[in-house]
């Protein structure tokens, strides 16, 4: 029987994941993972498709219920208190479109509705300000380019000012401007706010440029962990992108 405290680490920590585990009948998606994202960090999680880095995020979300394993948000535990583990949680990623047929504005403070966001109407202000959203705040979801979808999304995301934000491929569809005043204003909010930021990407120098810890994912397992601008040399490899196609293949 599991215990029903959380332990030190895991009290400690934005994020605990603990010996978690993914079975589909006879295929293992994610295969007794544990790793833990502190407060003010920003670790990397990377691997290959299929690697189970989206699974790994849908069961810390409470999307999907882990076969077994544990996970705590902030210290508590997911599986007995998911509202309260959820409510300082957020999340961004390319294919988790915005509504389309709802304004920016409108998304912003439905969603703000759902967080119960006090004063929401000046917190929407101040994200459609500082995401460069003005001139679209009345422009539909669904008419928007992908890297405006982006901004969006990533507004939306930070409007219950949250402890744990999880972000898959956050800066896929930015041009190479945008992309880099994303990463700068994430990790403003790691550094200010004491965030924990779990982050997913294929581009490895981003990586390597924002996180402070990355994980190697594959085939569910996690292979390698360290320093994103150390852990190649550790490992005989030029660069994190040199190590991850050795370690993959």
């Given at each position: 029987?599991?215990?029903?405290?959380?332990?030190?680490?895991?009290?400690?920590?934005?994020?605990?994941?603990?010996?978690?585990?993914?079975?589909?009948?006879?295929?293992?998606?994610?295969?007794?993972?544990?790793?833990?994202?502190?407060?003010?960090?920003?670790?990397?999680?990377?691997?290959?498709?299929?690697?189970?880095?989206?699974?790994?995020?849908?069961?810390?979300?409470?999307?999907?219920?882990?076969?077994?394993?544990?996970?705590?948000?902030?210290?508590?535990?997911?599986?007995?208190?998911?509202?309260q583990a959820l409510e300082r949680t957020n999340f961004a990623a390319v294919y988790a479109a915005l509504p389309g047929n709802l304004t920016v504005e409108e998304n912003l403070t439905f969603f703000g509705l759902?967080?119960?966001?006090?004063?929401?109407?000046?917190?929407?202000?101040?994200?459609?300000?500082?995401?460069?959203?003005?001139?679209?705040?009345?422009?539909?979801?669904?008419?928007?380019?992908?890297?405006?979808?982006?901004?969006?999304?990533?507004?939306?995301?930070?409007?219950?000012?949250?402890?744990?934000?999880?972000?898959?491929?956050?800066?896929?569809?930015?041009?190479?401007?945008?992309?880099?005043?994303?990463?700068?204003?994430?990790?403003?909010?790691?550094?200010?706010?004491?965030?924990?930021?779990?982050?997913?990407?294929?581009?490895?120098?981003?990586?390597?440029?924002?996180?402070?810890?990355?994980?190697?994912?594959?085939?569910?397992?996690?292979?390698?962990?360290?320093?994103?601008?150390?852990?190649?040399?550790?490992?005989?490899?030029?660069?994190?992108?040199?190590?991850?196609?050795?370690?993959?293949?």
């Amino acid at each position: 029987m599991q215990p029903e405290t959380p332990t030190d680490t895991a009290i400690s920590h934005a994020l605990a994941v603990q010996e978690l585990r993914k079975q589909y009948d006879k295929i293992t998606a994610v295969d007794d993972v544990s790793f833990q994202v502190g407060r003010g960090e920003i670790v990397g999680l990377v691997g290959p498709n299929g690697a189970g880095k989206t699974t790994t995020i849908n069961m810390v979300l409470g999307v999907l219920q882990p076969t077994s394993g544990r996970i705590f948000i902030g210290g508590i535990d997911i599986a007995r208190r998911r509202a309260q583990a959820l409510e300082r949680t957020n999340f961004a990623a390319v294919y988790a479109a915005l509504p389309g047929n709802l304004t920016v504005e409108e998304n912003l403070t439905f969603f703000g509705l759902l967080y119960g966001i006090p004063r929401l109407r000046a917190r929407v202000d101040e994200l459609i300000s500082e995401f460069d959203l003005k001139k679209l705040r009345r422009t539909k979801c669904g008419l928007l380019s992908s890297g405006e979808q982006t901004r969006a999304a990533l507004a939306k995301a930070l409007l219950n000012r949250p402890q744990l934000l999880l972000l898959d491929e956050p800066t896929a569809s930015l041009d190479p401007s945008a992309a880099q005043l994303i990463r700068a204003k994430i990790r403003a909010l790691a550094a200010h706010d004491h965030c924990g930021i779990l982050w997913t990407s294929h581009n490895m120098i981003e990586v390597e440029t924002v996180c402070d810890r990355v994980l190697l994912l594959s085939h569910g397992r996690i292979l390698l962990e360290g320093d994103p601008k150390s852990l190649p040399q550790e490992q005989g490899s030029a660069s994190l992108e040199e190590l991850f196609i050795r370690m993959v293949r």
